[in-house]
């Protein structure tokens, strides 16, 4: 498609409801990226892929968010046991080049409500 | 860690006015500098980059920033602003062999018609 694709748009789940949030990027970009986008702050990074390879992990917040890009396309960000704390937009983003080449497109994000 | 400021968390002001918005970022070694916007219900989009070389920078939409190195700023201005302009902006920075780029809160800029 013509831009990054985000399912679903919004998500409300229960407290320690597992979640799966959904990413496709434009077709060929080689690097994806997961932001975390909290009530009135800016995106916080989460992790980012260079085609399959999950190359920086470091802004996952705990060991109950994992994300994966298994055929270097679509990617797919999980929550486990999820909390309120956990409430946010999650954004995808990607890039025909690598991180160094710096030119973004951003999906519209999912919106996680857990209550 | 790096961070960014932005000044103004919320804006108002009438078409024709001049904006500018502020930002600084606290790394010390070369970055990359970016202005993103969000119209309402839409996603963020790239304003304008700066990598190197002329550091006044001229977006889309007759945006422009400047970088001043020795005060680690880059801040975005418009000199007639217009009712479509109401969004948020984002500063971000991005160190030169980085991964990601680290985000300002953002400034919410509401244009009165």
């Known amino acids: 498609g013509a831009g990054v694709s985000q399912s679903p748009r919004y998500k409300v789940a229960k407290r320690g409801q597992d979640v799966a949030l959904r990413c496709d990027p434009i077709s060929g970009h080689v690097s994806l990226f997961w932001y975390q986008q909290a009530l009135g702050q800016g995106p916080e990074f989460l992790t980012y892929f260079q085609n399959e390879a999950q190359l920086d992990k470091s802004g996952l917040p705990s060991d109950r968010f994992f994300a994966e890009r298994p055929e270097g396309s679509v990617s797919t960000l999980k929550i486990q046991r999820t909390q309120q704390e956990d409430s946010a937009v999650y954004l995808c983003?990607?890039?025909?080049?690598?991180?160094?080449?710096?030119?973004?497109?951003f999906g519209s994000g999912t919106r996680l409500t857990v209550v | 860690a790096q961070s960014v400021s932005q000044h103004n968390h919320h804006v108002i002001l009438s078409e024709a006015a001049s904006l500018e918005l502020g930002c600084n970022y606290s790394?010390?070694?070369?970055?990359?500098l970016f202005w993103y916007v969000q119209y309402p219900g839409q996603h963020l989009q790239l304003l304008l980059k700066?990598?190197?070389?002329?550091?006044l920078v001229k977006g889309i939409k007759g945006f422009e920033a400047e970088f001043i190195k020795s005060k680690f700023s880059f801040n975005l201005r418009k000199p007639s602003v217009q009712w479509s302009d109401t969004a948020e902006y984002f500063c971000?920075?991005?160190?030169?062999?980085?991964?990601?780029?680290?985000f300002g809160a953002g400034t919410i800029l509401r244009v009165k018609s």
């Open positions: 983003a990607s890039s025909f080049g690598t991180s160094r080449v710096g030119r973004y497109t």
């Open positions: 971000a920075v991005k160190r030169e062999y980085g991964n990601k780029l680290v």
């Open positions: 790394y010390g070694g070369t970055v990359n």
């Open positions: 700066y990598f190197s070389g002329d550091p």
